[in-house]
């Protein structure tokens, strides 16, 4: 079963538009990090955050965690077409399991 | 390339056929996840090993399913007498835990997966 959820399913966007995208999780956790995934490949780690840690940034993107809401936000800044990839967020619980949402698939158009 | 490699990539069998699949992953990581996934959903939890115990296996998991991880190294998942619905990409990951009595992990590197198709 899935833990987090995403939010929107699907996003288009113009490149050089900022993009948002929403996690909502249900249970209490260690971490929270964000996967890409481009078509038919495995996934690759973008960014995690701590349950201690409120705001992160890596290059062009920025995660905040709200654990009272239960809730990240991943904003992909100026956007590029090479961002075009599922957006997963994942959350990570007392049991070291981590379990992950149903996804954002981002369309970049150029 | 993250250094976790997956074989084979593609694997055809008829429903009722056993198959294996191998995972390497990065060889200082002593946890190793295997992970479902259909088209257009999140990787699904199977289960999870620290070292060569196994710690966790997802309540879906039928008993169909078995995996194992030797020594600590490689790992190799088994699905016996297929089924259709059994017709998935299998992901596995590995990561280091900062500490064995109970950090969290890392980042978890992913292998290109296993795509398997029942007929």
């Known amino acids: 079963s899935q833990q987090g959820e995403e939010d929107p399913q699907a996003l288009s966007i113009q490149e050089g538009e900022n993009a948002t995208m929403n996690c909502s999780y249900k249970?209490?956790?260690?971490?929270l990090q964000w996967y890409r995934q481009n078509s038919g490949r495995g996934l690759v780690h973008l960014i995690l955050?701590?349950?201690?840690?409120r705001e992160k940034h890596s290059g062009r993107l920025r995660v905040t965690l709200d654990t009272s809401k239960k809730s990240s936000s991943l904003l992909i800044t100026a956007s590029r077409a090479a961002d075009t990839a599922s957006y997963f967020c994942?959350?990570?619980?007392?049991?070291?399991?981590?379990?992950f949402g149903s996804g954002t698939r981002l369309l970049v158009r150029p | 390339d993250t250094g976790v490699s997956q074989d084979p990539r593609h694997k055809i069998t008829k429903r009722g056929q056993n198959v294996t699949f191998r995972c390497d992953p990065i060889?200082?990581?002593?946890?190793l996840y295997w992970y479902r996934q259909t088209l257009g959903q999140g990787p699904e939890f199977l289960t999870y090993?620290?070292?060569?115990?196994?710690?966790?296996k997802s309540r879906l998991l039928s008993d169909r399913f078995s995996a194992e991880r030797p020594k600590g190294s490689f790992s190799t998942l088994e699905i016996q007498r297929t089924e259709q619905g059994d017709s998935a990409m299998y992901l596995c990951?590995?990561?280091?835990?900062?500490?064995?009595?109970?950090?969290?992990?890392?980042?978890?590197?992913f292998g290109s997966g296993t795509q398997l198709s029942v007929l």
């Open positions: 990951a590995s990561s280091l835990a900062r500490r064995l009595t109970g950090e969290g992990n890392e980042k978890l590197f």
């Open positions: 249970t209490s956790i260690n971490n």
């Open positions: 955050i701590r349950s201690n840690e």
């Open positions: 994942a959350t990570e619980n007392s049991s070291y399991k981590l379990i």
């Open positions: 060889s200082e990581h002593n946890r």
């Open positions: 090993f620290q070292n060569e115990a196994q710690l966790e």
